[in-house]
């Protein structure tokens, strides 16, 4: 079982905005790293580490951390948005893990 | 541009040894600076990582596989491959390979191929 808990689902109004957290204690120690998933395709990653956001990828993803949690924010959620959302990090014994993962559905 | 792409056979029997191999192409999978590394996601699922590994040949599993699972690397090819042993239908799932940097995150994915076992 995972280490880093994601809620299930989360809903956004088109042009609001969204937040997704991943908690485990290994994210006291940890950055995490995020990545979007659509439907048939592989995992893109959208945010990492401290304050990182790949090229390419719209600023309005950023990331935050505070404690156990680490949190995702989509500022001005588009359709294209909509998607599921993965955090990975370290587990307790220094290994890759995944969290549960998000479904974000933008309404 | 880095590409990864994942190749091997679709269908694997239940106790069998399930093989894949990811090329790297547009990029060295002899760099200091990153590992590579194998993750699936049965379908309708979560993703799960399988393991990494360092061109060197270091090796990290998760530790729920560590038992049937062997990462290993061909740098003359630029490829690394996945040996998982004794599957059942719970190993059917999107196999992936990709790149991660450092310890920190993973930049580059393959597409992902689908490995169905069954008789």
């Known amino acids: 079982s995972s280490e880093l808990t994601q809620d299930p689902a989360v809903s956004v109004a088109l042009g609001q905005t969204v937040r997704t957290t991943c908690q485990g204690d290994?994210?006291?120690?940890?950055?995490a790293s995020w990545y979007q998933q659509k439907p048939g395709q592989a995992p893109v990653l959208v945010f990492y580490g401290k304050n990182n956001r790949p090229s390419g990828i719209p600023d309005r993803f950023s990331g935050s951390s505070s404690g156990n949690t680490a949190s995702l924010t989509v500022t001005g959620a588009q359709a294209e948005d909509e998607a599921d959302y993965y955090c990975n990090s370290r587990d307790s014994s220094g290994n890759d893990v995944f969290g549960t993962g998000t479904k974000v559905t933008v309404l | 541009q880095l590409q990864l792409q994942e190749s091997g056979p679709g269908l694997v029997k239940p106790s069998e040894t399930l093989s894949l191999t990811c090329t790297v192409s547009g990029g060295s999978i002899s760099s200091s600076s990153h590992f590579w590394g194998w993750i699936r996601q049965p379908p309708g699922k979560g993703l799960e990582w399988i393991g990494s590994l360092f061109y060197s040949g270091s090796t990290y599993y998760n530790s729920s596989l560590k038992s049937r699972v062997t990462i290993s690397v061909d740098t003359s090819k630029n490829q690394f491959s996945l040996k998982l042993t004794s599957v059942t239908a719970a190993d059917t799932a999107v196999y992936y390979c990709?790149?991660?940097?450092?310890?920190?995150?993973?930049?580059?994915w393959g597409q992902g191929t689908l490995v169905t076992v069954s008789p």
């Open positions: 290994s994210l006291r120690n940890y950055y």
């Open positions: 990709a790149r991660r940097y450092a310890s920190s995150h993973y930049d580059y």
